[in-house]
């Protein structure tokens, strides 16, 4: 595999890490900008999941779209978008300027996280196809890192005091930084080169031919045009594709497949976690400071397990890291159910006596009363203080308040995270880029990325209500179950593709 070849992956999947940094961003970004816009949880749910809407509207048109004028055009477009979204979303003066800004940044990742895939496996061999389609989600994962780490001390300058900083302004900061990698992506993707099976499906034979053996070198390169000449030739009979030929008997398995897998790897609420880190660890009254820290660590551990799924995917395969992967997310999930659900709730007249930063005296009325749940000691806050304020002091109120195992939580958030890194979160968009033929790759990924898409938004849209409804507890059981049920149809249907040319794929799972 040559550094080449790695580097322009590398670069391709930058709209990965973009992707990341601003799921990581929002997480802290919302602590600031929810109490300043005092959004209900319908308003932060919209600013959080707004990107994912937009997202479904780019990756219907995308695919199809690079399919006709091919995935380098449009991954520079991806990332001129980003640097827009992270200026304009800096200098929001409203709660509909911040999500419209959001929104545009959505545009740009729902189109970067199909096409990147597709473009990295036209580029790949079969023996390093899973190695460097992984290179995305290890971008993404790394795009969190940064994002919580960045959170972690523009968080910390601020509580620190003696800066310019404030709680007013600190989210614009959080979010304006992301200007700066878009720009390099930007920059970066007109120095990699078009998709040499795109070319053949075009009938620009010499071109591909060219950028072939600039990859691989000659003879290698002989091997990759003469596994791929045949049917870029029959793609190419036949360029308009009708979404509704995803629908014919022959594609059917691999279309269900795929469909199981896009919506698996949201609806168990990995966005959930990811969008509102801050805010979950919050729920478990280890406070905010210690909050924006743990987004570190969660990070971390993401990064950590995405290189050991790269390094495993092309050797184990990518059906024993998916079903080991979601056995461990449903287990780790009901962890924390567990978890949440043995917490109680106490305040006392003299952890009253130390809020300083709000009358205090409204809470006199709850001294000493213990709750159970979650839910009715936030609303009795609520009630005393209003959302606002409430708001503003959840970490330290909840802090001072609750009695829990919040190692528990923590482990079972960090083995949520841990076994989503080497399963679903890569090996999904591996399998995407290859189980489909060339001619329908760019309009499948497409349609189900869209689904992959709405299945994020309408997580990160209903999780605020469904912890202000249903509580912690409810809430993680909810997803735990659905993991459950994942694993077992997994079990089921899903194919094995590793180590296969993406036309023995083809020979393999669609009969004409």
């Known amino acids: 595999m040559s550094k080449k070849i790695v580097f322009i992956a590398f670069v391709v999947s930058l709209g990965g890490f973009l992707f990341g940094f601003d799921a990581g961003i929002i997480s802290g970004v919302m602590s600031y900008a929810g109490p300043e816009f005092n959004l209900s949880d319908a308003q932060t749910g919209w600013v959080v999941s707004s990107p994912s ?12 779209l690079s399919d006709v004028i091919g995935r380098k055009k449009i991954l520079i477009v991806v990332a001129f978008l980003y640097a827009v979204s992270a200026l304009a979303s800096a200098y929001a003066n409203s709660y509909e300027m911040l999500y419209i800004a959001r929104m545009i940044g959505g545009l740009a990742f729902g189109a970067a996280l199909i096409l990147a ?14 190695k460097l389609v992984s290179i995305q989600q290890l971008n993404i994962v790394l795009g969190f890192f940064a994002a919580f780490l960045s959170n972690y001390y523009f968080n910390k300058i601020n509580t620190g005091g003696d800066s310019f900083l404030t709680d007013e302004n600190v989210w614009r900061w959080m979010l304006g930084v992301e200007f700066i990698p878009a720009i390099l992506y930007f920059l970066f993707m007109f120095f990699v080169p078009k998709s040499p099976r795109w070319l053949f499906s ?62 698996l790897q949201q609806i168990t609420g990995i966005n959930a976690v990811y969008f509102y880190a801050t805010s979950i660890f919050k729920q478990t009254g280890i406070g905010t400071d210690a909050s924006f820290a743990s987004g570190i660590l969660l990070s971390s551990t993401t990064v950590v397990f995405t290189i050991i799924a790269i390094f495993l995917i092309d050797k184990m395969g990518r059906r024993p890291l998916l079903l080991v992967g979601m056995a461990g997310i449903a287990i780790s999930l009901l962890v924390c159910a567990y978890g949440f ?42 009630s005393a203080l209003g959302n606002q304020v409430y708001a503003k002091n959840e970490g330290a109120i909840l802090e001072a308040a609750t009695t829990m195992n919040a190692t528990l939580v923590l482990i079972g958030i960090l083995g949520f995270i841990a076994c989503f890194a080497f399963s679903l979160g890569p090996v999904m968009w591996v399998m995407l880029s290859e189980m489909y033929p060339i001619k329908y790759r760019g309009l499948a990924i497409g349609a189900i990325g869209f689904v992959n898409s709405f299945i994020s938004w309408m997580v990160q849209q209903i999780f605020p209500w469904e912890l202000s409804t249903l509580g912690n507890a409810i809430t993680f059981l909810i997803f735990g179950v659905i993991a459950l049920f994942g694993f077992f149809i997994l079990l089921r249907i899903l194919p094995e593709t590793k180590g296969k040319s993406l036309e023995q794929i083809e020979f393999d799972l669609v009969k004409e």
Request: glycine share 6%; aromatic share 8%.
């Open 341 to 382: 659900n043995q917490a109680t709730y106490e305040l006392t007249p003299e952890k009253i006596s130390k809020f300083e930063s709000f009358d205090a005296n409204k809470l006199d009325q709850f001294a000493n009363k213990k709750y159970d749940n979650d839910l009715d000691f936030k609303n009795d806050m609520k």
């Open 53 to 64: 809407f937009a997202a479904m509207i780019a990756m219907l048109i995308s695919g199809r």
């Open 117 to 130: 895939p597709t473009y990295i496996a036209e580029i790949s061999s079969a023996e390093n196809r899973g």
């Open 202 to 263: 075009k009938g620009k034979f010499k071109e591909a031919k060219i950028i072939l053996n600039k990859l691989y070198g000659e003879e290698l390169a002989k091997v990759e045009i003469n596994a791929i000449e045949n049917t870029a030739q029959e793609g190419k009979k036949d360029t308009k594709v009708s979404i509704l030929e995803l629908l014919k008997p022959s594609l059917r398995f691999i279309l269900i497949v795929g469909l199981v897998l896009g919506v």
